[in-house]
């Protein structure tokens, strides 16, 4: 699996499909950060979206059968005394959640810059800049 970092040619905004979400780390602010993978280029590839609590309750609608179980996943999550915490989708019993018929764009976040460093690399960190949803007929 590669990062999504390294496989992009510009720090234009993107698409991605076949989103799957692996983990969503909750801290002590209003933002969180999703784990996901998706196929891009034809291979797989592992980010991590940093997004406002309200964003990842649009994602988690969009999780379709799991949708019920992962509010209330992310309520228990919430209401944990102890920061960051974390929830987790990559085992028999939390398998990693599709996204179906959803593209994410995402938009390419750099580190600050630093002394002598022209051309900062990106990071693997990624902000929705939003969510679009196929409609069959």
């Not at 996901?36 to 059968?65: C, I, K, M, V, Y």
């Not at 028999?92 to 764009?105: G, T």
């Amino acid at each position: 699996m590669r990062l999504l970092s390294d496989s992009i040619a510009d720090d234009a905004n993107f698409f991605v499909e076949e989103v799957h979400v692996v983990a969503i780390v909750f801290d002590n602010t209003d933002d969180v950060t999703v784990w996901a993978t998706t196929h891009f280029d034809g291979e797989l590839h592992f980010f991590h979206l940093a997004l406002p609590f309200q964003s990842l309750d649009t994602l988690l609608r969009l999780a379709t059968d799991r949708a019920a179980t992962l509010q209330e996943e992310v309520a228990d999550a919430l209401a944990a005394s102890e920061w960051p915490a974390l929830l987790e989708f990559n085992s028999d019993e939390a398998p990693p959640v599709p996204l179906p018929s959803v593209a994410l764009k995402l938009s390419v976040t750099y580190p600050a810059d630093e002394e002598g460093e022209d051309d900062p690399q990106p990071h693997n960190i990624f902000y929705l800049e939003g969510v679009y949803v196929r409609l069959d007929p």
